[in-house]
């Protein structure tokens, strides 16, 4: 007896997404979607930079060793909500989900300036890095199904670097907020995280006009909406006077009976695609070691050893961010050009290495304040670019029905593994106070990332400038 064929249709969806050019809808959904990376910049800078108000705040009385947890409780909380979120992104859909997370990162933010001991802000920030987490999962897989192939790599990695012009925000707002011929420092640090609470009611309101992918909508049975979605984009285009490129003759030829690919896709990360998971867990838990180690503790390394105040501590934060968001923005285009393989393994093999040789000097006492933030400056700006690397190479290596819970696991893998640890480990390091000590933990960074591009260089993929669906076939995908 014949088995019969299960109900399918096909697609021009991705080809008809790729062939577009770059237009306004484009630039909203980099506004939209990619702030979420300057709201998590914003985050981490306000409790690196503010670490000394928060600690001496006559509520909170926090060591150094307790800044280091509430660090990690942010991040053991982005872990948990980039699980739990990224599941429910691939099943329910990107927008709904990156409506919610949002929602708990304005609400928790706020929360936490109404703390009023450590497991409270601990508890608050927590909840935080879920949403923060969550964004990472839904947001990332919805730029990544929405940008065409060609642009896709310069601007996954200058989104991903703009967290830190959320870090350059937070460090001008610590300035301000640490004045107290401005504000008390009691009231300074509680009005920082408000501030961070409304710039998420308004990414709130923006990402209203964002529709939902076509692509999820492609592979969960509802293909009627997908095509009507890129008809309105399409349509949106051609009302500023673009020329619409002809569609090619590519079509894709997709299941519409699965509603959910969940486990089949798990199967799939440690079966068929088990050599792009090696690659992702390598490059997420190296840059997130490195990454956290340094910047949840960078305001405590200047105050402890170098003796700045709290209140200069933005200072010192501004130019280190700049640098790093102007590695992305400068390197970026390589990753398209010259290719990811190339860029990917050099980023990290050349990072590893200066880390390693600054942390050294450090040691030694060989720099001052503004020489080590120079040196730092320097290493992250090839850094930044590596680090904004890892996300695109998780994004784009798997099925796109798996996408948001693969970004989730890879994250949730590369925090547990290095970014969890790190700042603990840090901040047990500084509060013991020797300088040899703490060289071990970037020496232990820096080898990380030297590890890490090893194993890109032997077994990266490249996919630049390829469809999404020609790096990973959907599982929903029959022969045409």
């Given at each position: 007896m014949a088995i019969a064929a299960p109900p399918s249709y096909e697609t021009a969806v991705p080809a008809r997404l790729d062939r577009l050019p770059w237009s306004r809808f484009h630039w909203l959904v980099v506004i939209a979607l990619g702030i979420t990376w300057i709201l998590d910049g914003l985050e981490v800078t306000l409790v690196g930079s503010l670490s000394g108000a928060i600690a001496d705040s006559p509520a909170l009385h926090l060591s150094s060793g307790q800044i280091g947890a509430a660090a990690s409780a942010y991040l053991v909380g982005s872990v948990v909500g980039a699980l739990f979120f990224g599941w429910l992104t691939d099943r329910?859909?990107?927008?709904?989900?990156?409506?919610?997370?949002?929602?708990?990162?304005?609400?928790?933010?706020?929360?936490?300036?109404?703390?009023?001991?450590?497991?409270?802000?601990?508890?608050?920030?927590?909840?935080?890095?879920?949403?923060?987490?969550?964004?990472?999962?839904?947001?990332?897989?919805?730029?990544?199904?929405?940008?065409?192939?060609?642009?896709?790599?310069?601007?996954?990695?200058?989104?991903?670097?703009?967290?830190?012009?959320?870090?350059?925000?937070?460090?001008?707002?610590?300035?301000?907020?640490?004045?107290?011929?401005?504000?008390?420092?009691?009231?300074?640090?509680?009005?920082?995280?408000?501030?961070?609470?409304?710039?998420?009611?308004?990414?709130?309101?923006?990402?209203?006009?964002?529709?939902?992918?076509?692509?999820?909508?492609?592979?969960?049975?509802?293909?009627?909406?997908a095509e009507a979605v890129v008809g309105q984009i399409e349509r949106r285009i051609a009302a500023e006077g673009r020329v619409l490129p002809p569609v090619s003759a590519q079509r894709l030829r997709v299941r519409c009976d699965v509603r959910s690919w969940f486990v089949v896709g798990l199967i799939s990360l440690l079966g068929r695609y088990r050599r792009r998971t090696c690659v992702g867990v390598a490059l997420m838990a190296a840059q997130s070691f490195c990454y956290n180690a340094v910047f949840f503790t960078y305001a405590l390394i200047l105050t402890k050893f170098y003796a700045i105040p709290s209140g200069r501590i933005g200072w010192f934060m501004l130019p280190f961010a700049a640098g790093n968001f102007a590695g992305p923005l400068v390197l970026g285009h390589f990753f398209d050009t010259l290719g990811r393989k190339t860029m990917i393994s050099a980023t990290y093999l050349l990072s590893g290495v200066l880390l390693i040789g600054t942390g050294w000097m450090f040691a030694h006492g060989i720099l001052n304040a503004v020489q080590q933030t120079a040196a730092w400056t320097g290493i992250f700006f090839v850094a930044s670019a590596a680090a904004s690397s890892a996300y695109l190479t998780v994004g784009e290596s798997f099925p796109l029905e798996v996408r948001a819970i693969a970004i989730a696991i890879f994250y949730a893998l590369g925090t547990l593994l290095g970014g969890v640890s790190g700042p603990m480990v840090f901040g047990a390091l500084i509060e013991g106070g020797a300088r040899e000590d703490i060289f071990y933990g970037y020496l232990l960074g820096g080898v990380l990332m030297v590890a890490a591009g090893l194993v890109e260089a032997f077994l990266g993929l490249a996919s630049e400038r390829r469809s999404l669906e020609d790096i990973a076939e959907p599982l929903s995908a029959l022969p045409s």
């Open positions: 329910l859909g990107r927008k709904k989900l990156f409506t919610i997370t949002v929602l708990v990162y304005l609400m928790a933010t706020i929360c936490s300036g109404l703390s009023w001991n450590f497991w409270s802000f601990a508890l608050f920030r927590a909840i935080t890095g879920a949403g923060i987490g969550g964004e990472y999962a839904a947001v990332n897989a919805t730029i990544q199904e929405l940008i065409p192939a060609r642009y896709r790599g310069f601007t996954d990695l200058v989104i991903n670097g703009s967290f830190w012009i959320g870090a350059a925000l937070g460090a001008a707002g610590a300035l301000v907020a640490l004045d107290p011929a401005i504000i008390a420092p009691e009231r300074g640090w509680r009005l920082a995280f408000f501030v961070g609470g409304a710039i998420g009611f308004g990414v709130l309101l923006m990402r209203r006009w964002i529709p939902e992918s076509p692509r999820w909508l492609m592979t969960h049975g509802r293909p009627r909406e």
